[in-house]
């Protein structure tokens, strides 16, 4: 089970994490957490307020945001015409901050569970409810690795090859690890 997920039963899934492990996840979801930040105008501390707030209506720039937080219309990485801008950000100002929220939420989740093993390696049981959130954050964590590396379908076979010498290689390394996580935790939720 070393840093793979197996069926705790009843749709709970539980991983095996040494110390390192542990801490390389811990420090991947807190860096997640710095990248989606607290949105535009911050955390509201009057949830009417917030329950109100417009999002922004511009697409981020950095690349791992925008795949994070995907334009609703158009084609990905095509000019849009000026219609479909224009929906993409109306439909971007009414749902990034619920999705920004999420995200968050889905990380700290993370982050929680793995600082209930005292910064020490161990099983770690997530409960069923917990596992959808789990699945957000390893999915998260994923695309960002695959944004920042420039992976895409057709090369991600050719990452397993890649020299020692490759200065991405830690970062490949664990962009295949997260996604060996992703399945084995699927499977777990579904057995």
């Known amino acids: 089970m070393a840093g793979l997920f197996e069926s705790a ?29 607290p949105g535009p105008g911050g955390v509201s501390e009057d949830p009417l ?13 950095d690349p791992a945001l925008a795949r994070l937080f995907p334009d609703a219309y158009g084609e990905p ?33 993370v982050v929680r569970a793995l600082d209930g093993l005292g910064g020490d390696g161990g099983v770690l049981t997530v409960p069923a409810a917990d596992c959808p959130r789990w699945l957000g954050a390893l999915n998260d964590l994923r695309l960002t690795l695959g944004s920042r590396l420039d992976v895409t379908e057709d090369d991600e076979e ?7 010498s490759d200065p991405r290689k830690p970062l490949v390394m664990a962009y295949l690890w997260l996604g060996g996580m992703q399945e084995s935790l699927l499977e777990a939720m579904a057995g």
């Open 49 to 61: 307020a917030a329950l109100f707030a417009d999002g922004p209506t511009e697409a981020p720039a």
């Open 77 to 109: 990485g095509e000019p849009a015409d000026t219609e479909t801008r224009a929906m993409a950000g109306e439909f971007r100002r009414y749902t990034e901050l619920d999705l920004r929220a999420r995200k968050r939420e889905d990380a700290l989740s």
């Open 9 to 37: 039963g009843e749709g709970a899934a539980a991983i095996a994490l040494d110390e390192v492990e542990a801490s390389i996840l811990r420090s991947l979801e807190v860096q997640m957490l710095e990248l989606i930040g």
């Open 158 to 164: 050719g990452l397993y090859g890649l020299p020692d």
